[in-house]
């Protein structure tokens, strides 16, 4: 087995997992297969290019009482990788206490399953601190049970990560999971929490479980199945993820969009161009006989979930994995509370994504602030040397980077580069404060924004400026004033720095050459 990471951004990464059956791309969602009511044709997968499917080994052996245990690839009619949930939640469910963990592991071994999950006691939802506890440690002494008595070292065997929204218990439990020996971890419980939209709390929890877990192996999360959710979840680490909500949404009529949930009774074209979509209307499917009607649309609802896959691992080629956040945030309110979330771990996020990126990023704003290359940002520029006491020019940063290159600024930045009493900083929409000394360094030239001139928007940055020139200290300043922004940044020095000297020069309807004749003019 192995595990290959080819791209990373955020804590979502491109990778390969190779099982005893084949190899597949991360991130990937395996389809849940009902062993006992298939809806698709094990066909339609490998046409599909799906090549990892996932089935209940318990609901299998349930299914087929005193039958001698057989191939899954078999039993399913699908050759590549099959991974086997343990069926803990349905034991849980309905109370059958006639399995054993170890005759589970047993039971996942005799079928040939690629991927196999140990029995471990779920948290579920609404367990207390203690309950949720208790289900850690009993998951942590069914792993080690399990690790006993597993022989088949071709498969690739999960561990799941409990506590529920406990996230201390989270905590402990993916550190205790973690010292043991499984190829891939998973965290466990969450589908409750993505009923109710509690995106606040599943982002702790896998923040929780991420920071225990060795990094080198993938994690999976439980249950997570719709395509709107994808780009958040992948954002925080989760290399897999398993779900029938394509066929359970299928059998009630609803159709899976990457921006949310329509139903087919209020849908009068499509909009996806997938072979299903595109071979029938609406209409017409909706006059189709109820099982037909629920295949085509199960093709559609998982080729969704897999063209979004395709979408964010692009996304991640091109270091764009958080613009694809905001848009999904802006474009469902749901989803906002989930990236507001997500910024609070934005120093954690920040840790794991490339301080160089092929292409440049996008400033939307204020939500932007946070993504990990404007955390970064202010980090350095908190750390350029400061030399106390020298005159400091501000000029407006524009839309043209480097910020010196504009031409209206270029002939005042070439008079004064080389003076050793001044210093440049331009006020910028999207950095704030960008001194000269950082003009040229990614992502700044590669920055895409616009100004949206929102005033609080500028009231924000002329803050950031501001505390900015407090700590250099000058002994006086020249705010080449442009704009509302110009304004802004004016009435914030005098409020927030009455003691420092500035002095406005206005770069509306002035020539550049005659804003640094006054500014010399007036160099004390
Ligand atoms: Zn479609």
Redesign the pocket.
């Known amino acids: 087995m192995s595990f290959q990471v080819q791209g990373k951004d955020l804590l979502g990464r491109i990778g390969t997992l190779t099982t005893k059956s084949g190899s597949f791309q991360t991130p990937h969602m395996f389809p849940v297969v009902d062993p006992n009511r298939p809806v698709l044709d094990p066909k339609f997968y490998s046409e599909a290019g799906i090549k990892a499917i996932m089935t209940n080994a318990y609901l299998l052996k349930r299914g087929r009482p005193g039958q001698l245990p057989k191939d899954v690839h078999g039993t399913l009619g699908f050759k590549e990788t099959v991974a086997t949930d343990s069926g803990a939640y349905q034991i849980l469910e309905y109370g059958h206490v006639g399995v054993k963990p170890s005759e589970i592991v047993a039971y996942q071994e005799k079928i040939h399953t690629d991927i196999g999950v140990i029995l471990d006691f779920p948290t579920g939802f609404r367990s207390d601190a203690r309950r949720a506890g208790w289900t850690v440690d009993e998951t942590v002494r069914r792993a080690d049970e399990a690790l006993k008595r597993i022989k088949r070292k071709d498969i690739l065997w999960v561990g799941p990560v409990q506590g529920g929204v406990h996230i201390k218990e989270v905590a402990r439990s993916a550190v205790e999971m973690g010292k043991r020996p499984f190829s891939i971890y998973a965290l466990g419980s969450p589908t409750e929490l993505m009923e109710a939209q509690r995106f606040d709390v599943l982002v702790d929890m896998i923040v929780a479980a991420k920071k225990g877990l060795p990094h080198s192996r993938p994690l999976h999360l439980f249950g997570a199945g719709h395509p709107a959710m994808f780009p958040f979840i992948v954002a925080l680490g989760c290399d897999l993820f398993d779900s029938a909500a394509y066929a359970l949404y299928a059998r009630t009529g609803r159709?899976l969009t990457s921006d949310g949930t329509q139903e087919l009774a209020e849908i009068e074209e499509?909009s996806?161009?997938?072979?299903?979509?595109?071979s029938t209307t609406p209409g017409e499917l909706r006059r189709l006989d109820p099982s037909v009607r629920e295949k085509l649309l199960s093709?559609?609802n998982l080729?969704?979930c897999f063209s979004e896959l395709r979408r964010i691992r692009e996304a991640i080629r091109k270091g764009h994995l958080w613009d694809l956040l905001e848009h999904r945030a802006y474009a469902n309110p749901a989803f906002e509370k989930f990236l507001a979330k997500i910024v609070q771990h934005s120093p954690f996020l920040e840790q794991f994504t490339p301080t160089v990126k092929p292409r440049g990023i996008s400033h939307f704003g204020e939500a932007s602030d946070h993504r990990p290359e404007m955390v970064r940002y202010s980090v350095r520029r908190s750390r350029v040397p400061v030399e106390w006491g020298k005159a400091l020019v501000l000029l407006p940063g524009r839309w043209r980077r480097p910020y010196h290159e504009d031409p209206r600024n270029l002939p005042i930045v070439s008079k004064l580069a080389n003076k050793s009493n001044v210093s440049i900083c331009f006020y910028t929409v999207p950095f704030g404060p960008v001194p000269m000394e950082l003009d040229e360094t990614f992502p700044l030239a590669q920055t895409e924004s616009f100004d949206s001139h929102d005033s609080r928007m500028y009231e924000q940055k002329a803050e950031q400026v501001a505390a900015w020139v407090k700590r250099l200290s000058p002994k006086q300043v020249f705010l080449v004033s442009e704009g509302e922004y110009g304004v802004t940044l004016g009435r914030e020095f005098s409020g927030a720095t009455p003691k420092l000297k500035i002095i406005r020069v206005h770069a509306k309807g002035s020539k550049p050459d005659r804003t640094v004749g006054s500014i010399i003019r007036r160099l004390g």
Request: hydrophobic fraction near 40%; charge should be positive.
């Open positions: 159709y499509f996806c161009m997938c072979k299903i979509c595109d093709k559609h080729l969704a």
